[in-house]
């Protein structure tokens, strides 16, 4: 039997329910350097985590402001983005490019 595409995005919200897997995923994100990539990534992560309500009220942030920073053309400040974090329970980590990363 075929697989309906809504089975696979409401498997992978189910798989974004795990904070480990969520990071995974965010950091596969940002490696590809996508920014409509990410703000996807993290309206996926604000699905899983209970939706944008949710995610609002723990970061601390509107709804409606929160809807509109990831939307597809949401722009977020880092200390926006931080806050988003927060809310979905991760952190952003910096760490040293591996030498096969830098890109002049």
Same mark, same amino acid.
Do not use: F
């Given at each position: 039997?075929?697989?309906? &595409? #809504?089975?696979?995005?409401?498997?992978?919200? *189910?798989?974004? +329910? /795990?904070?480990?897997?969520? &990071? #995974?995923?965010?950091?596969?994100?940002?490696? *590809?350097?996508? +920014? /409509?990539?990410?703000?996807? &990534?993290?309206?996926?992560?604000?699905?899983?985590e209970g939706g944008m309500a949710v995610v609002a009220e723990k970061a601390h942030l509107k709804?409606?402001?929160?809807?509109?920073?990831?939307?597809?053309?949401?722009?977020?400040?880092?200390?926006?983005?931080?806050?988003?974090?927060?809310?979905?329970?991760?952190?952003?980590?910096?760490?040293?490019?591996?030498?096969?990363?830098?890109?002049?």
């Amino acid at each position: 039997m075929a697989r309906m &595409a #809504g089975d696979y995005h409401t498997e992978h919200i *189910e798989w974004l +329910k /795990d904070p480990e897997n969520a &990071a #995974g995923y965010l950091n596969a994100v940002i490696a *590809e350097g996508d +920014k /409509d990539a990410l703000l996807l &990534a993290l309206r996926n992560i604000a699905e899983a985590e209970g939706g944008m309500a949710v995610v609002a009220e723990k970061a601390h942030l509107k709804r409606e402001s929160l809807y509109r920073m990831l939307s597809t053309h949401g722009n977020p400040a880092l200390s926006n983005l931080l806050s988003i974090l927060h809310g979905m329970g991760l952190k952003m980590i910096i760490q040293p490019q591996s030498t096969g990363d830098i890109v002049d």
